[in-house]
């Protein structure tokens, strides 16, 4: 009985030696499992419709690169799969396509049993910058609206608008096909008019179709009106009223005429829109006064007067305008006459004037040109052409009924003195008879009877 109890002993400490070697072998054989790092190296933020590179280190606690290894990335829910080089790096080429804002960026390494290296994660943002659309106008407007409508079924437009610097600015979340359009402008805005001309790629429609793959600059022009009123003035700058005017015609320096009926202001282009080697230039259109009709007589030197719509809104014309003082003597003593004129204008019409007390007249804001003149008083006078071209002083002359007396009388006289002169026995029909008058007989001859 002893025996076979030893027996048994002896078996069962064979059989716990060797589970002891068999448990001392297999730990011997399980390889060492070491921790592992994964880094993602800070992305730099990039704009709508760029590509970014994304990129991560793997290496063990210690810092030992870890190459030839898979990791594995997660963008938006999206996964892509790379490998660790040489320096244990690994990248990965983002394309355009996202849209802007944060998007979540996560790296996985799942860790290689065989290899005894522990799975390993991280994570971070990649950042995705607006694009912008920037559109220039030309000349620099504020206050001028885009309209942008993504090309997509049921996208939602956007508008925005220029600023003072005369650029409107706005951002775009997502590379792809839009059209751009400009609306009509704002008739409230005072002072300005614009209507568009072109962009600066030959497009010369407003709306347009247009892919934005990142920012973008655009430069679009526009026709530009201004209000123009003339005011009027004489040589010394003193205002003369419109109701004294016809007509005031302006010329362009593009052809084009315009004619002011009244001192209220017309709309008048101010710039046009051209075309040059660095992008859309506005060409200033200058302004000529043709004419000014006053009574009939243009009273401006044609083309002398120039202004530009742009700089200045109220143009001063000044309008060639003379007074005339007139005074009437009599023709020969020289005595004041008359009691005013008859003034006949370039234009036709007559106006009648009267003499102040001293028996002058002054006249002012006559326009230049030919003018005829009469006075009206007791005696002959003569209407008589008188050509203005500057301040004038003119005395006119009347043959008074005195006059005409006196000439009749000395024209008299002097035709009896010459019946006279020479005949002066003519003279004794004057003489009274100084007795009786006897006739000698003899002295009468018969043919006298």
Known sequence: MMRNLFRWAVIAALFASLGVALGSVARAEEPVVVDTVLTIVEPEPVTVGEAVTVAARLTTASGQGIPNVGVEFYLDGQWRRALTDTTATVTLRISGDLSAG??????????????????????????????????ETVPALSGARFLIVPAAPDAE?????????????????????????????????????????RWSDDV?????????????RLQVGFDVSYPVGLRLVDLAGRPVDWQEATSATVTSSTGAHETFLNSEPKWLPGGRVVRRSSGLEETKILYSVESVTVRGSNVVNSKQQR?????????????????????????????????????????????????????ALTVTSLPRGTYRVKVDGPGISFSRPVVLSRDQEMQLE??????VTVVLALVASLALGLLFIGRPYLLSIFRPPTGPVKLDRRSVRPEDH
């Open 307 to 359: 202004f530009y719509p742009s700089e200045n809104q109220e143009w001063q014309v000044q309008l060639s305008l003379y007074s005339a003082r007139f005074t009437a003597r009599d023709a020969l003593f020289r005595f004041p006459i008359g009691s005013g004129i008859r003034l006949q204008y370039p234009d036709g019409h007559s106006e009648r004037l009267s003499f102040d007390s001293k028996g």
């Open 398 to 403: 009347v043959i008074s009924y005195l006059d």
């Open 204 to 216: 010369f429609f407003p709306s347009r179709e247009m892919k934005i793959t990142s920012s973008v």
């Open 102 to 135: 944060y998007h979540p960026l996560s790296a996985v390494f799942n860790g290689i049993a065989s290899r005894g290296l522990a799975p390993a994660t991280a994570s971070s943002q990649l950042r995705i910058n607006p694009a912008v659309l920037e559109v």
């Open 157 to 197: 437009f956007s508008t925005f608008v220029s600023g003072q610097d005369g650029i409107g600015r706005i951002g775009i979340d997502r590379a792809g096909s839009y059209r751009l359009g400009v609306l009509p402008w704002d008739d409230s805005q005072a002072g300005v008019r614009a209507a568009f001309a």
